[in-house]
């Protein structure tokens, strides 16, 4: 299956184009695991229905999503850093995740995720499935408490595409043979740069202008749309 939009190639003369060599990008939250992890945090602050309400909206694309990320955000101020522990050991694996990362990664291609979630969960999590690249915001920390705040760059809808892109230039894929997996509004910049863009699990504006739309919850079903197996 083939998408309906194809993309210049980036010259990377150096590495060979193969035929079965993709870059797989995914989101996190909802994509790559059943949770939205800030609500996981939340959870800890007692601030559950507070964030997921704005979470919410953000997906829907009613609200700008740094501004969001920052309100969520501002609602964790005063947890230990030792939250992350425990948070990381209720995340959710969404089914067909090892065999998706394997499945590219015996092609010779590779897998990267791109999160408006944070990186002191996503690094544990992306070094135990074996992904090639990851991304995501930074929480602030003083004294061993979360601040509150956002460290660093925010990873918007836009920072999102240049990861995808970069991560193409840097393996030598061409932008026709990147795909693109996301459920929220804060997807859509990369599902449209790339190649193919899927929605799983995606909310209706998502899955109004992705591509194809995976309803099961097993992300193993995009291999035979790479012909990777099938």
Do not use: C, Y
Not at 53 to 67: H, K, N, S, V, Y
Not at 131 to 150: C, I, K, Q
Not at 209 to 229: I, N, S, T
């Amino acid at each position: 299956m083939t998408s309906a939009r194809t993309q210049p190639q980036s010259p990377r003369p150096s590495v060979p184009e193969s035929p079965q060599r993709f870059l797989v990008v995914l989101d996190a939250d909802s994509t790559l695991i059943h949770d939205e992890v800030i609500e996981l945090l939340a959870d800890e602050a007692g601030a559950r229905a507070e964030v997921a309400e704005i979470t919410e909206r953000a997906m829907r694309g009613e609200l700008d999503f740094a501004q969001s990320l920052r309100e969520r955000v501002h609602a964790l101020a005063g947890l230990p850093v030792s939250v992350f522990e425990r948070v990381g050991q209720r995340i959710r694996v969404t089914d067909g995740v090892p065999e998706l990362v394997a499945g590219v990664q015996a092609a010779g291609g590779r897998v990267g995720v791109v999160s408006g979630g944070f990186h002191e969960l996503l690094d544990p999590l992306g070094a135990r499935l074996g992904l090639d690249h990851w991304r995501a915001n930074r929480l602030a920390v003083r004294d061993g408490l979360l601040t509150g705040e956002v460290e660093g760059p925010i990873i918007d809808a836009a920072a999102k595409a240049e990861a995808l892109r970069e991560w193409a230039d840097a393996a030598g894929v061409p932008l026709r043979r990147t795909l693109a997996i996301g459920d929220g509004a804060n997807d859509l910049v990369m599902m449209a740069e790339a190649g193919l863009s899927i929605a799983f699990n995606a909310k209706p504006r998502v899955r109004a202008e992705a591509d194809l739309v995976v309803d099961r919850q097993d992300l193993a079903q995009v291999l035979p749309l790479l012909g990777l197996r099938g």
